[in-house]
C-alpha cells in the first residue's frame, strides 16, 4: 500500500510553483514512492531532507524548500511501528476489559486496525489558558521575504546550458560505436572496440555589465541573472566585467567630423572609418574597485568566444548620445574583429529604445529584453542562428 500523501504537501507544491520551481505529477510521484519505502518518516526535519533531496536541484532551491516547508508549518509526525518496518503486521490493540461490577455488560469499543503503512499526522491540543511565547526579537531566515524576479535561477541555467560547443577532447574513454561496427563489417573480424575521447563543452562567455547611473534600479535583476550563470551555466569559462556607460573613450574621433551637416543619429557613413576599441579600462567586481584594462580583456577573446553585453544604452532615460555610440561601436568592432559572436541584453522594454543610444546599437548587434524570451534569443544568436541586423558590423 501506497503511503498517504501529507496534507500539506498540496499547499506546499502550490507554494514552489509560485515561486518558480517546477514541480509536476512525476515529482509528487517521488515523493509518495520514498514515503512508502519508509524514508521521510523519522520527523519533520527528514520530511524536510528527503524533498530537499528528490527536488533541489541547487543550493537556492534547498533553501526556497525549506523555507517553504516552514512556512507550511507540518504537524508533528506520528508514524506506528508498522510504517516504519516494511511487512512487519502490528500487533492488534488488546482488548477492553469489560466491567468487574455486577450488571449489564457494556458494548465493547469498536477498534480500528491501523494499516500496514499508514501514516497519521496530528497536531498535540494547546489548552486554552496557555498563550504564545514571547518573541526573541531574532529574525528567522524562513521569514525573511525574498525577492521574486521575472525568471528563476533554474531557467536562467538552463537556458545558457543550450550555449554549447563540443569538442572531444581528453583519453578515449567513450565507445564508437558506428566505428566499431564499421571495421567489424570490413575485416569480418572481432577486435577490441573504438574509443574516442568524450564530449566536452568549451564554449566561452565573456559578460560585460554596464553598473551605475540608470542601471541603478536593475541590479538585483542583473546580479541575480548574473550569478546564475556562472553557477549553474556549465560553460568551460565565464568571464563578468563591469563598466560604467562605456568600459572606454576611443582615442580617435575625428570620423565624427565627417558626417552630414544636417543632425544625424546613425553612423553608417562612417561606419567603416571608425577604429576599434583598444583602450579603457573595465573592473572586475561590482564595486569597480579593481580595474582591469580593455586590452588585457579582449586578448582572452577568441574566435568562438561568446560575448554578451548587459546594458540599458540610454534606454530608460530616453537619451541619445552620440560619443555614447561611438565608442559602444568602438568596443563591439574589436570584438567581431576577434571572431567572437555579439549579443545585447537591455532591461529597458524594447517599445522604449527607438529614439534613443539602445534603438541605435540596436542597428548593428542584436539587442533582447533582458526576459526569458530574450535570453533564448540571445543565446540563439551566440550559437550562430541567422539574425536580422539592419547595418551588421
Given at each position: 500500500?501506497?503511503?498517504?500523501?501529507?496534507?500539506?504537501?498540496?499547499?506546499?507544491?502550490?507554494?514552489?510553483?509560485?515561486?518558480?520551481?517546477?514541480?509536476?505529477?512525476?515529482?509528487?510521484?517521488?515523493?509518495?514512492?520514498?514515503?512508502?519505502?519508509?524514508?521521510?518518516?523519522?520527523?519533520?526535519?527528514?520530511?524536510?531532507?528527503?524533498?530537499?533531496?528528490?527536488?533541489?536541484?541547487?543550493?537556492?532551491?534547498?533553501?526556497?524548500?525549506g523555507?517553504?516547508?516552514?512556512l507550511?508549518?507540518?504537524?508533528?509526525?506520528?508514524?506506528?511501528?508498522?510504517?516504519?518496518?516494511?511487512?512487519?503486521?502490528?500487533?492488534?490493540?488488546?482488548?477492553?476489559?469489560?466491567?468487574?461490577?455486577?450488571?449489564?455488560?457494556?458494548?465493547?469499543?469498536?477498534i480500528?486496525?491501523?494499516?500496514?503503512?499508514?501514516?497519521?499526522?496530528?497536531?498535540?491540543?494547546?489548552?486554552?489558558?496557555?498563550?504564545?511565547?514571547?518573541?526573541?526579537?531574532?529574525?528567522?531566515?524562513?521569514?525573511?521575504?525574498?525577492?521574486?524576479?521575472?525568471?528563476?535561477?533554474?531557467?536562467?541555467?538552463?537556458?545558457?546550458?543550450?550555449?554549447?560547443?563540443?569538442?572531444?577532447?581528453?583519453?578515449?574513454?567513450?565507445?564508437?560505436?558506428?566505428a566499431?561496427?564499421?571495421?567489424?563489417?570490413?575485416?569480418?573480424?572481432?577486435?577490441?572496440?573504438?574509443?574516442?575521447?568524450?564530449?566536452?563543452?568549451?564554449?566561452?562567455?565573456?559578460?560585460?555589465?554596464?553598473?551605475?547611473?540608470?542601471m541603478?534600479?536593475?541590479?538585483?535583476?542583473?546580479d541575480?541573472?548574473?550569478?546564475?550563470?556562472?553557477?549553474?551555466?556549465?560553460?568551460?569559462?565565464?568571464?563578468?566585467?563591469?563598466?560604467?556607460?562605456?568600459?572606454?573613450?576611443?582615442?580617435?574621433?575625428?570620423?565624427?567630423?565627417?558626417?552630414?551637416?544636417?543632425?544625424?543619429?546613425?553612423?553608417?557613413?562612417?561606419?567603416?572609418?571608425?577604429?576599434?576599441l583598444?583602450?579603457?579600462?573595465?573592473?572586475?567586481?561590482?564595486?569597480?574597485?579593481?580595474?582591469?584594462?580593455?586590452?588585457?580583456?579582449?586578448d582572452?577573446?577568441?574566435?568562438?568566444?561568446?560575448?554578451?553585453?548587459?546594458?540599458?544604452a540610454?534606454?530608460?532615460?530616453?537619451?541619445?548620445?552620440?560619443?555614447?555610440?561611438?565608442?559602444?561601436?568602438?568596443?563591439?568592432?574589436a570584438?567581431?574583429?576577434?571572431?567572437?559572436?555579439?549579443?545585447?541584453?537591455?532591461?529597458?522594454?524594447?517599445?522604449?529604445?527607438?529614439?534613443?543610444?539602445?534603438?541605435?546599437?540596436?542597428?548593428h548587434?542584436?539587442?533582447?529584453?533582458?526576459?526569458?524570451?530574450?535570453?533564448?534569443?540571445?543565446?540563439?544568436?551566440l550559437?550562430?542562428?541567422?539574425?536580422?541586423?539592419?547595418?551588421?558590423?
Open positions: 500500500m501506497n503511503a498517504p500523501m501529507p496534507s500539506f504537501v498540496r499547499g506546499l507544491v502550490t507554494r514552489l510553483r509560485r515561486r518558480g520551481l517546477p514541480l509536476g505529477v512525476d515529482d509528487c510521484a517521488a515523493l509518495r514512492t520514498a514515503l512508502a519505502a519508509g524514508h521521510g518518516l523519522e520527523s519533520t526535519e527528514a520530511l524536510r531532507d528527503l524533498c530537499i533531496t528528490l527536488w533541489a536541484k541547487s543550493p537556492r532551491d534547498a533553501e526556497l524548500i523555507a517553504a516547508l516552514h507550511a508549518d507540518p504537524p508533528a509526525w506520528v508514524v506506528s511501528p508498522v510504517a516504519r518496518s516494511a511487512g512487519v503486521q502490528a500487533d492488534p490493540p488488546a482488548p477492553v476489559a469489560a466491567p468487574s461490577e455486577p450488571g449489564p455488560a457494556a458494548d465493547p469499543v469498536p480500528t486496525p491501523v494499516p500496514s503503512a499508514e501514516l497519521a499526522i496530528v497536531r498535540p491540543p494547546r489548552p486554552a489558558d496557555v498563550t504564545e511565547p514571547p518573541r526573541s526579537g531574532i529574525p528567522s531566515p524562513f521569514l525573511v521575504l525574498r525577492p521574486q524576479y521575472p525568471v528563476s535561477e533554474r531557467e536562467v541555467a538552463q537556458i545558457w546550458r543550450r550555449l554549447r560547443r563540443p569538442v572531444r577532447q581528453g583519453p578515449p574513454t567513450e565507445l564508437d560505436l558506428d566499431t561496427l564499421d571495421r567489424y563489417a570490413r575485416t569480418g573480424v572481432v577486435t577490441s572496440p573504438v574509443l574516442v575521447p568524450p564530449r566536452a563543452n568549451t564554449a566561452r562567455l565573456l559578460l560585460l555589465v554596464d553598473r551605475d547611473g540608470s541603478t534600479p536593475y541590479h538585483g535583476l542583473v541575480h541573472v548574473v550569478s546564475s550563470i556562472v553557477r549553474a551555466g556549465r560553460l568551460d569559462a565565464i568571464t563578468v566585467a563591469y563598466f560604467r556607460n562605456t568600459p572606454g573613450r576611443s582615442l580617435d574621433r575625428s570620423a565624427l567630423a565627417a558626417l552630414p551637416g544636417t543632425v544625424t543619429a546613425e553612423l553608417d557613413p562612417i561606419l567603416d572609418r571608425i577604429p576599434a583598444g583602450t579603457g579600462r573595465v573592473y572586475r567586481d561590482p564595486a569597480m574597485l579593481t580595474p582591469w584594462p580593455v586590452a588585457d580583456l579582449l582572452a577573446v577568441t574566435g568562438g568566444s561568446a560575448v554578451v553585453v548587459i546594458s540599458d540610454g534606454a530608460l532615460r530616453g537619451s541619445f548620445v552620440m560619443t555614447r555610440l561611438f565608442d559602444t561601436v568602438a568596443l563591439l568592432l570584438v567581431v574583429a576577434r571572431g567572437a559572436a555579439v549579443a545585447w541584453l537591455n532591461p529597458v522594454d524594447a517599445d522604449r529604445w527607438p529614439d534613443t543610444t539602445a534603438g541605435q546599437i540596436a542597428r548587434v542584436p539587442m533582447y529584453p533582458l526576459t526569458r524570451d530574450g535570453m533564448y534569443g540571445a543565446v540563439d544568436a550559437r550562430g542562428h541567422p539574425v536580422p541586423v539592419e547595418r551588421p558590423l
